[in-house]
Protein backbone atom coordinates (compact mmCIF):
# COMPACT_ATOMS: atom_id res chain seq x y z
CA UNK A 1 0.00 0.00 0.00
CA UNK A 2 3.16 2.27 0.76
CA UNK A 3 4.36 1.62 -2.78
CA UNK A 4 1.00 2.34 -4.25
CA UNK A 5 0.92 6.14 -2.50
CA UNK A 6 4.32 6.64 -3.19
CA UNK A 7 3.73 5.93 -6.92
CA UNK A 8 0.50 8.21 -7.05
CA UNK A 9 2.70 10.69 -5.34
CA UNK A 10 5.16 10.89 -7.81
CA UNK A 11 2.65 11.09 -10.82
CA UNK A 12 1.41 14.16 -9.01
CA UNK A 13 4.61 15.58 -8.70
CA UNK A 14 5.74 14.64 -12.13
CA UNK A 15 2.31 16.38 -13.69
CA UNK A 16 3.24 19.64 -11.61
CA UNK A 17 6.98 19.54 -13.01
CA UNK A 18 5.99 19.08 -16.71
CA UNK A 19 3.24 22.50 -15.86
CA UNK A 20 6.18 23.63 -14.54
CA UNK A 21 8.57 23.23 -17.13
CA UNK A 22 5.90 24.07 -19.82
CA UNK A 23 5.68 27.66 -18.30
CA UNK A 24 8.94 27.94 -18.45
CA UNK A 25 9.22 27.50 -22.12
CA UNK A 26 6.34 30.11 -22.50
CA UNK A 27 8.24 32.42 -20.68
CA UNK A 28 11.65 31.96 -22.62
CA UNK A 29 9.88 32.31 -25.83
CA UNK A 30 8.09 35.51 -24.80
CA UNK A 31 11.46 36.65 -23.74
CA UNK A 32 12.98 36.44 -27.45
CA UNK A 33 9.30 38.20 -29.05
CA UNK A 34 10.47 41.21 -26.37
CA UNK A 35 13.54 41.85 -27.25
CA UNK A 36 12.47 41.71 -30.92
CA UNK A 37 9.12 44.28 -30.20
CA UNK A 38 11.98 46.32 -28.54
CA UNK A 39 14.03 46.94 -31.27
CA UNK A 40 10.55 47.38 -33.46
CA UNK A 41 9.91 49.86 -31.50
CA UNK A 42 13.00 51.79 -31.42
CA UNK A 43 13.11 51.21 -35.71
CA UNK A 44 10.04 52.65 -36.15
CA UNK A 45 11.03 55.85 -33.99
CA UNK A 46 14.10 55.65 -35.94
CA UNK A 47 12.41 55.71 -39.30
CA UNK A 48 9.60 58.11 -38.82
CA UNK A 49 10.46 60.55 -36.06
CA UNK A 50 7.28 59.69 -33.82
CA UNK A 51 7.96 59.38 -30.11
CA UNK A 52 4.83 57.06 -30.13
CA UNK A 53 6.84 54.28 -31.07
CA UNK A 54 8.76 54.93 -28.27
CA UNK A 55 6.05 53.91 -25.95
CA UNK A 56 6.24 50.00 -27.00
CA UNK A 57 10.26 49.88 -26.70
CA UNK A 58 9.73 51.50 -23.25
CA UNK A 59 7.65 48.80 -22.37
CA UNK A 60 9.19 45.98 -24.29
CA UNK A 61 12.24 46.37 -22.37
CA UNK A 62 10.54 46.85 -18.86
CA UNK A 63 9.38 43.08 -19.83
CA UNK A 64 12.41 41.92 -20.84
CA UNK A 65 13.90 42.70 -17.71
CA UNK A 66 11.00 41.17 -15.55
CA UNK A 67 11.18 37.83 -17.44
CA UNK A 68 14.50 37.62 -17.39
CA UNK A 69 14.28 37.99 -13.69
CA UNK A 70 11.71 35.34 -13.73
CA UNK A 71 13.95 33.31 -15.59
CA UNK A 72 16.50 33.71 -13.68
CA UNK A 73 15.48 32.90 -10.01
CA UNK A 74 14.72 29.26 -11.61
CA UNK A 75 18.58 28.41 -12.05
CA UNK A 76 18.14 26.22 -9.27
CA UNK A 77 15.54 24.10 -10.76
CA UNK A 78 16.75 23.68 -13.64
CA UNK A 79 21.02 23.72 -13.36
CA UNK A 80 21.52 23.70 -16.75
CA UNK A 81 20.57 27.15 -17.19
CA UNK A 82 23.36 28.13 -15.59
CA UNK A 83 26.05 29.03 -18.29
CA UNK A 84 23.58 30.63 -21.02
CA UNK A 85 21.40 32.68 -18.34
CA UNK A 86 25.09 34.14 -17.43
CA UNK A 87 25.80 34.67 -21.34
CA UNK A 88 22.45 36.19 -21.74
CA UNK A 89 22.77 38.46 -19.08
CA UNK A 90 25.95 39.99 -20.72
CA UNK A 91 24.27 40.04 -23.67
CA UNK A 92 20.96 41.18 -23.16
CA UNK A 93 22.78 44.30 -21.11
CA UNK A 94 25.07 44.72 -24.48
CA UNK A 95 21.96 45.38 -26.47
CA UNK A 96 19.95 47.27 -24.83
CA UNK A 97 23.03 49.39 -24.49
CA UNK A 98 23.47 49.41 -28.09
CA UNK A 99 20.26 50.65 -28.26
CA UNK A 100 20.38 53.33 -25.82
CA UNK A 101 23.18 54.75 -27.18
CA UNK A 102 20.95 54.84 -30.23
CA UNK A 103 18.11 56.40 -29.30
CA UNK A 104 19.93 58.74 -27.48
CA UNK A 105 21.69 60.02 -30.93
CA UNK A 106 18.78 60.23 -32.22
CA UNK A 107 17.24 62.28 -29.77
CA UNK A 108 20.07 64.40 -29.93
CA UNK A 109 20.17 64.84 -33.17
CA UNK A 110 15.88 65.90 -33.21
CA UNK A 111 15.38 64.35 -36.49
CA UNK A 112 15.78 61.72 -38.82
CA UNK A 113 19.02 60.74 -38.92
CA UNK A 114 20.36 58.20 -41.88
CA UNK A 115 23.10 57.43 -40.29
CA UNK A 116 21.62 55.39 -37.69
CA UNK A 117 20.42 52.21 -38.46
CA UNK A 118 19.98 48.91 -36.43
CA UNK A 119 20.06 46.71 -39.08
CA UNK A 120 24.04 46.79 -39.12
CA UNK A 121 25.67 43.30 -38.88
CA UNK A 122 26.73 44.26 -35.24
CA UNK A 123 23.18 44.57 -34.40
CA UNK A 124 21.98 41.82 -36.05
CA UNK A 125 25.22 39.57 -34.53
CA UNK A 126 24.27 40.57 -30.96
CA UNK A 127 20.62 39.47 -32.00
CA UNK A 128 21.69 36.13 -33.50
CA UNK A 129 23.58 35.70 -30.13
CA UNK A 130 20.71 36.03 -27.85
CA UNK A 131 18.71 34.07 -30.03
CA UNK A 132 21.35 30.93 -30.26
CA UNK A 133 21.33 31.47 -25.78
CA UNK A 134 17.64 31.57 -25.61
CA UNK A 135 17.29 27.92 -27.65
CA UNK A 136 19.45 27.04 -25.57
CA UNK A 137 17.37 27.75 -22.97
CA UNK A 138 14.65 25.90 -24.54
CA UNK A 139 16.56 22.82 -25.55
CA UNK A 140 17.22 22.66 -21.57
CA UNK A 141 13.66 22.77 -21.22
CA UNK A 142 12.98 19.92 -23.87
CA UNK A 143 15.28 17.89 -22.23
CA UNK A 144 13.45 18.27 -18.91
CA UNK A 145 10.26 17.74 -20.43
CA UNK A 146 11.97 14.46 -22.02
CA UNK A 147 13.13 13.20 -18.61
CA UNK A 148 9.52 13.96 -17.28
CA UNK A 149 7.92 12.23 -20.05
CA UNK A 150 10.24 8.83 -19.67
CA UNK A 151 9.59 9.12 -16.05
CA UNK A 152 6.16 9.52 -16.52
CA UNK A 153 5.48 6.41 -18.29
CA UNK A 154 7.20 4.32 -16.32
CA UNK A 155 5.10 5.14 -13.62
CA UNK A 156 2.08 4.59 -15.04
CA UNK A 157 3.28 1.48 -16.68
CA UNK A 158 4.12 0.60 -12.72
CA UNK A 159 0.87 1.48 -11.70
CA UNK A 160 -0.68 -0.47 -14.60
CA UNK A 161 0.78 -3.78 -13.30
CA UNK A 162 -0.92 -2.96 -9.67
CA UNK A 163 -3.39 -4.99 -8.30
CA UNK A 164 -7.20 -4.22 -7.85
CA UNK A 165 -6.41 -2.33 -4.44
CA UNK A 166 -3.75 -0.36 -6.32
CA UNK A 167 -6.97 0.58 -8.85
CA UNK A 168 -8.99 1.44 -6.18
CA UNK A 169 -6.54 3.47 -4.25
CA UNK A 170 -5.98 5.42 -7.51
CA UNK A 171 -9.38 5.95 -7.77
CA UNK A 172 -10.04 7.19 -4.22
CA UNK A 173 -6.84 9.73 -4.90
CA UNK A 174 -8.36 11.11 -7.68
CA UNK A 175 -11.93 11.66 -6.39
CA UNK A 176 -10.65 13.06 -3.30
CA UNK A 177 -8.20 15.50 -4.98
CA UNK A 178 -11.05 15.60 -8.14
CA UNK A 179 -10.63 19.02 -9.63
CA UNK A 180 -7.00 19.55 -9.13
CA UNK A 181 -6.18 16.64 -10.57
CA UNK A 182 -8.66 16.89 -13.50
CA UNK A 183 -6.85 20.45 -13.94
CA UNK A 184 -3.68 19.00 -14.16
CA UNK A 185 -4.14 16.25 -16.20
CA UNK A 186 -5.97 18.57 -18.57
CA UNK A 187 -3.13 21.05 -18.16
CA UNK A 188 -0.66 18.13 -19.39
CA UNK A 189 -2.49 17.08 -22.18
CA UNK A 190 -2.55 20.10 -23.48
CA UNK A 191 1.13 21.39 -23.16
CA UNK A 192 1.91 19.96 -27.08
CA UNK A 193 -0.71 22.19 -28.55
CA UNK A 194 0.56 25.00 -26.25
CA UNK A 195 4.26 24.11 -27.74
CA UNK A 196 3.19 24.56 -31.04
CA UNK A 197 0.89 27.68 -30.29
CA UNK A 198 4.21 29.29 -29.19
CA UNK A 199 6.12 27.59 -32.08
CA UNK A 200 3.73 29.70 -34.35
CA UNK A 201 4.28 32.70 -32.15
CA UNK A 202 7.74 32.60 -32.57
CA UNK A 203 8.20 32.09 -36.29
CA UNK A 204 4.99 34.58 -37.29
CA UNK A 205 4.06 38.59 -37.03
CA UNK A 206 1.33 38.90 -34.84
CA UNK A 207 -0.51 41.24 -36.77
CA UNK A 208 -0.58 39.96 -40.35
CA UNK A 209 0.06 36.58 -39.54
CA UNK A 210 2.80 36.56 -42.33
CA UNK A 211 6.17 34.61 -41.22
CA UNK A 212 8.39 36.99 -39.57
CA UNK A 213 11.88 37.74 -39.92
CA UNK A 214 13.72 34.57 -38.31
CA UNK A 215 11.28 32.41 -40.61
CA UNK A 216 12.39 34.57 -43.93
CA UNK A 217 16.26 34.04 -43.07
CA UNK A 218 15.14 30.23 -42.54
CA UNK A 219 13.18 29.89 -45.67
CA UNK A 220 15.69 31.73 -47.41
CA UNK A 221 18.58 29.55 -46.56
CA UNK A 222 16.85 26.44 -47.25
CA UNK A 223 15.48 28.15 -50.72
CA UNK A 224 18.92 28.49 -51.67
CA UNK A 225 19.98 25.52 -50.39
CA UNK A 226 17.69 23.97 -53.27
CA UNK A 227 18.74 26.04 -55.70
CA UNK A 228 22.74 25.20 -55.31
CA UNK A 229 21.30 21.28 -55.77
CA UNK A 230 18.88 21.54 -58.78
CA UNK A 231 20.75 24.63 -60.55
CA UNK A 232 17.99 26.62 -60.31
CA UNK A 233 17.80 30.54 -59.42
CA UNK A 234 16.23 32.50 -55.88
CA UNK A 235 15.05 35.92 -56.55
CA UNK A 236 14.39 38.46 -53.09
CA UNK A 237 12.22 41.48 -53.38
CA UNK A 238 12.76 43.57 -50.73
CA UNK A 239 9.63 45.94 -50.46
CA UNK A 240 8.75 48.81 -48.36
CA UNK A 241 5.10 50.51 -47.97
CA UNK A 242 4.86 54.32 -49.09
CA UNK A 243 3.22 56.46 -47.27
CA UNK A 244 2.40 53.88 -43.99
CA UNK A 245 3.80 56.85 -42.01
CA UNK A 246 1.27 59.48 -42.94
CA UNK A 247 -1.81 57.12 -42.44
CA UNK A 248 -0.60 56.90 -38.89
CA UNK A 249 0.07 60.43 -38.50
CA UNK A 250 -3.24 61.65 -40.15
CA UNK A 251 -5.81 58.58 -38.26
CA UNK A 252 -3.98 57.01 -35.70
CA UNK A 253 -2.09 53.97 -35.69
CA UNK A 254 -4.96 51.44 -35.03
CA UNK A 255 -6.22 52.74 -39.09
CA UNK A 256 -2.49 52.04 -39.72
CA UNK A 257 -2.83 48.33 -38.32
CA UNK A 258 -5.84 47.57 -40.63
CA UNK A 259 -4.20 49.75 -43.66
CA UNK A 260 -1.12 47.27 -42.95
CA UNK A 261 -3.30 44.38 -43.20
CA UNK A 262 -5.15 44.86 -45.91
CA UNK A 263 -2.30 46.18 -48.22
CA UNK A 264 -1.00 42.72 -47.23
CA UNK A 265 -4.28 40.96 -48.80
CA UNK A 266 -3.62 43.31 -51.78
CA UNK A 267 -0.52 41.61 -52.02
CA UNK A 268 -0.59 38.17 -51.39
CA UNK A 269 -3.68 38.27 -54.22
CA UNK A 270 -1.05 38.85 -56.90
CA UNK A 271 1.36 36.12 -55.65
CA UNK A 272 1.42 32.78 -57.14
CA UNK A 273 0.61 29.79 -53.98
CA UNK A 274 4.37 29.40 -53.92
CA UNK A 275 5.57 32.44 -53.21
CA UNK A 276 6.92 33.22 -49.55
CA UNK A 277 5.95 36.51 -48.39
CA UNK A 278 7.01 37.86 -44.79
CA UNK A 279 7.46 41.15 -42.83
CA UNK A 280 10.36 41.81 -41.97
CA UNK A 281 9.91 45.41 -40.24
CA UNK A 282 7.43 48.11 -39.28
CA UNK A 283 6.23 48.76 -42.79
CA UNK A 284 8.91 46.26 -44.82
CA UNK A 285 8.42 43.12 -46.34
CA UNK A 286 10.70 39.99 -48.45
CA UNK A 287 9.11 38.19 -51.31
CA UNK A 288 10.94 35.25 -51.78
CA UNK A 289 10.27 34.15 -55.45
CA UNK A 290 11.49 30.56 -57.06
CA UNK A 291 10.43 28.59 -60.36
CA UNK A 292 11.63 31.32 -63.10
CA UNK A 293 13.48 31.81 -65.64
CA UNK A 294 14.97 35.37 -66.37
CA UNK A 295 15.08 38.22 -64.05
CA UNK A 296 12.32 40.19 -66.23
CA UNK A 297 9.80 37.95 -64.98
CA UNK A 298 10.38 39.09 -61.27
CA UNK A 299 9.95 42.83 -62.99
CA UNK A 300 6.63 41.61 -64.18
CA UNK A 301 5.82 40.29 -60.63
CA UNK A 302 6.89 43.66 -58.96
CA UNK A 303 4.68 45.77 -61.50
CA UNK A 304 1.59 43.36 -60.39
CA UNK A 305 2.11 44.25 -56.51
CA UNK A 306 2.95 48.22 -57.64
CA UNK A 307 -0.06 48.12 -59.73
CA UNK A 308 -2.48 46.44 -56.82
CA UNK A 309 -1.94 48.85 -54.26
CA UNK A 310 -3.03 51.68 -56.66
CA UNK A 311 -6.26 50.90 -55.44
CA UNK A 312 -7.12 52.50 -51.95
CA UNK A 313 -6.54 50.16 -48.82
CA UNK A 314 -9.41 51.47 -47.15
CA UNK A 315 -12.42 54.12 -46.93
CA UNK A 316 -12.75 56.99 -44.15
CA UNK A 317 -15.56 58.78 -44.77
CA UNK A 318 -15.49 60.37 -48.49
CA UNK A 319 -11.63 59.53 -48.14
CA UNK A 320 -9.79 57.02 -49.94
CA UNK A 321 -7.10 55.91 -48.30
CA UNK A 322 -3.59 55.08 -50.67
CA UNK A 323 -0.59 53.29 -50.23
CA UNK A 324 2.06 52.75 -52.76
CA UNK A 325 5.57 50.32 -52.79
CA UNK A 326 8.68 50.67 -53.48
CA UNK A 327 10.67 47.64 -54.66
CA UNK A 328 14.24 46.16 -54.50
CA UNK A 329 14.71 43.11 -56.46
CA UNK A 330 17.72 41.41 -56.06
CA UNK A 331 18.78 37.59 -58.14
CA UNK A 332 21.13 34.54 -56.80
CA UNK A 333 23.32 33.17 -58.24
CA UNK A 334 23.03 36.11 -61.17
CA UNK A 335 24.21 38.67 -59.06
CA UNK A 336 25.03 37.71 -55.66
CA UNK A 337 26.85 34.58 -54.26
CA UNK A 338 25.41 34.34 -50.88
CA UNK A 339 22.57 34.85 -48.86
CA UNK A 340 24.15 38.18 -47.30
CA UNK A 341 24.77 39.43 -50.14
CA UNK A 342 21.71 39.14 -51.71
CA UNK A 343 19.64 40.44 -48.65
CA UNK A 344 22.07 43.70 -48.99
CA UNK A 345 21.58 44.05 -52.61
CA UNK A 346 17.46 43.49 -52.34
CA UNK A 347 17.47 46.15 -49.86
CA UNK A 348 20.12 48.85 -51.25
CA UNK A 349 17.99 49.06 -54.36
CA UNK A 350 14.71 48.91 -52.65
CA UNK A 351 16.31 52.53 -51.00
CA UNK A 352 17.19 53.46 -54.17
CA UNK A 353 13.74 52.92 -55.58
CA UNK A 354 12.40 54.98 -52.75
CA UNK A 355 15.13 58.04 -53.15
CA UNK A 356 13.91 57.98 -56.58
CA UNK A 357 10.32 58.68 -56.83
CA UNK A 358 9.10 55.75 -54.62
CA UNK A 359 5.76 53.44 -56.41
CA UNK A 360 8.85 51.91 -58.41
CA UNK A 361 10.72 48.70 -58.75
CA UNK A 362 14.52 48.75 -59.23
CA UNK A 363 17.07 45.89 -59.65
CA UNK A 364 20.50 45.68 -57.88
CA UNK A 365 23.11 47.03 -59.97
Known amino acids: MSWVFFSAQSLMALINRKVEIADTRYEIVKLMNTIVEAETGLRGYLLTGSVQF ?21 EKDFPGFKSSLATLDTLIKEKFSIIESTLQVQLAAGSYSPHLR ?39 NSLKLGSLIVVLLIITILLINYRRTIWLFEHASSSQELAEEFGYLAMHDALTHLPNRRNFEQYLKKSISQANRHSQKVGLLYMDLDGFKLINDQYGHHVGDDALVSAVAMINGVLRDFDFLARVGGDEFALVVQNFNNANELLILANRIIQALKT ?15 IGIATYPDQVKNIKALITAADEAMYKAKATGKNQAFFHA
Do not use: C, H, W
Open 118 to 156: LSNDASKALIEKIRVEIDQLDKVMQSEAALVDVELSLTI
Open 54 to 74: LEPYNRSAKETSLLFSQIKSL
Open 312 to 326: PVMTIGKDDVLMGVS
